[in-house]
């Protein structure tokens, strides 16, 4: 009956220690507070420090780099020049016009 037990008791633990590497594993990711930015960072574990304030990410559109603002996760590609971030309400949107950005979406709140 002890056998019986132990046995019952060394299983459980071992499930629960692949249960927890599975899921630790999978939560591979995320979202940095590195100066004034909240930057997404693929390769990295552990509680996010912060949240951008709007979705959006630098995205490969066959040759060129674009602004998805609805998407969420890491930058593919760097910011392109000829364009600006804009207010437009609450939110701050990629406009391919010249000036200065009035917003930084991967600014915290």
Known sequence: ???????LVSFTLAAM????GVSAA???GRW???GDKCV???NDSGPNQ????SRGRWKKDGGKCVWAGDES???????PGGGRFKKEGNRCVWASEAGP???DPKVPR
């Open 40 to 42: 997404y960072v693929a």
């Open 32 to 34: 940095k507070k590195e």
């Open 26 to 28: 999978q939560k591979k």
């Open 50 to 53: 912060c949240e951008p304030p």
């Open 17 to 20: 220690v692949l249960t927890d």
């Open 73 to 79: 996760g890491p930058d593919q590609c760097s910011r």
């Open 101 to 103: 950005d009035q917003c």
């Open 1 to 7: 009956m002890n056998r019986l037990v132990v046995g």
